[in-house]
């Protein structure tokens, strides 16, 4: 899913920068669309609906809304709902900040992005004594504080990335997998820090208004 304004994303990505495309996007069932066609597709709108608990007219109806904006296309021809979907590309970044619009528009799509995955985060946290041991054991959280220039957190995000997408084929090619693979989700935040931001949080536990 969308990752947020990286110069050194790699170029099989899709990059968003209208708004108009974002604003499309921006939507909790087209984002678990495009995720579930990402991760296991291609399918029908009925296949994603009974995967998503929606009916297949909901489902075909936003995904016609995708295609218009090049974000899922047909994998196929058959008739009426029939008609298979995919994803064309693996993964997208968002590179909007020259343009005020569009912009705001990636700020709304990116606070999806983001509560959606640290309500699976937490989720996993409730639930993480259901799984095996060596996953449990895996699954992990870091925290760095670091001094960098600007060109130098580039070259850790592009080495990051490039860890990373070593792995990302076998999303598309199940043959790949190697016995005992799972599917995991691995969350990046990288921001500038202010040395006020290092306060504790108030009473309540809510955090501090930003900068």
């Keep these: 899913m969308p990752s947020s304004h990286k ?7 899709r990059r968003l920068s209208d708004a108009t495309t974002m604003r499309a996007l921006a939507h909790p069932l087209r984002i678990s669309l495009m995720e579930l066609l990402t991760l296991d597709g291609p ?5 994603a609906g009974e995967r998503l608990g929606e009916s297949p007219t909901t489902c075909s109806f936003h995904l016609r809304q995708l ?3 090049g974000l899922v296309e047909e ?12 994803v064309p590309s693996m993964g997208m970044t968002v590179e909007a900040e020259e343009d005020p619009g569009a912009n705001l528009a990636a700020e709304a799509l990116e606070r999806i992005v983001i509560e959606r995955n640290l ?3 937490q989720a996993y946290r409730d639930s993480r004594a259901t799984y095996q041991k060596v996953w449990r054991d895996l699954a992990s959280t870091g925290d760095y504080a670091l001094c ?6 580039e070259q850790i995000e592009r080495d990051l990335a490039q860890v990373l997408l070593r792995f990302q084929g076998r999303l598309t090619d199940r043959s790949s997998r ?6 995991i989700k691995v969350l990046q935040f990288i921001f500038p820090l202010e040395l006020d931001n290092l306060m504790p949080d108030p009473p309540g536990g809510s955090d501090p208004l930003p900068r």
């Excluded at 960098?148 to 957190?153: F, G, I, K, M, R």
């Design 7 to 13: 110069q050194s994303s790699p170029a099989s990505l």
């Design 43 to 47: 399918m029908t709108a009925t296949e």
């Design 67 to 69: 295609a218009k904006y």
């Design 75 to 86: 994998a196929g021809k058959a008739p009426g709902r029939n008609r298979p979907w995919r």
């Design 119 to 121: 309500r699976r985060f």
């Design 148 to 153: 960098v220039t600007p060109d130098e957190l």
């Design 178 to 183: 190697p016995d005992g693979a799972r599917l």
